[in-house]
Nanobody, 115 residues
């Protein structure tokens, strides 16, 4: 089992910044990657960004240029630096730790962007 704990969410004004963290613990192995998703009220879950074991990174077009995913391998932690935040970014942000045949989810952290 792998436990994921997200932190760093909060309330911020339009144009502001937040940095989310996701710390993994437990049966850590060389996962294929870790991913940030988000879900706004009444909407489906959306992919935000992924970072793969080999360092490759993918972003959803809507966040490109505003969000940056990074990782600290020694701390088994990934980060999501979110800049130029918009009200549309308001959602619960979840991280996942995944590999062949498994995906673990964190409990999520709320991000609210006021207009």
């Amino acid at each position: 089992q792998v436990q994921l704990v997200e932190s760093g969410g909060g309330l911020v004004q339009t144009g502001g910044s937040l940095r989310l963290s996701c710390a993994a613990s437990g049966s850590i192995s060389n996962a294929a990657g870790m991913t940030w998703y988000r879900q706004a009220p009444g909407k489906e879950r959306e992919f935000v960004a992924s970072i793969f074991l080999n360092g490759h990174i993918n972003y959803w077009d809507f966040v490109k240029g505003r969000f940056t995913i990074s990782r600290n391998n020694a701390a088994n932690t990934i980060y999501l630096q979110m800049d130029s935040l918009k009200p549309e970014d308001t959602a619960i942000y979840y991280c996942t730790y995944w590999g062949p045949g498994y995906t673990y989810w964190g409990q999520g952290t709320q991000v609210t962007v006021s207009s």
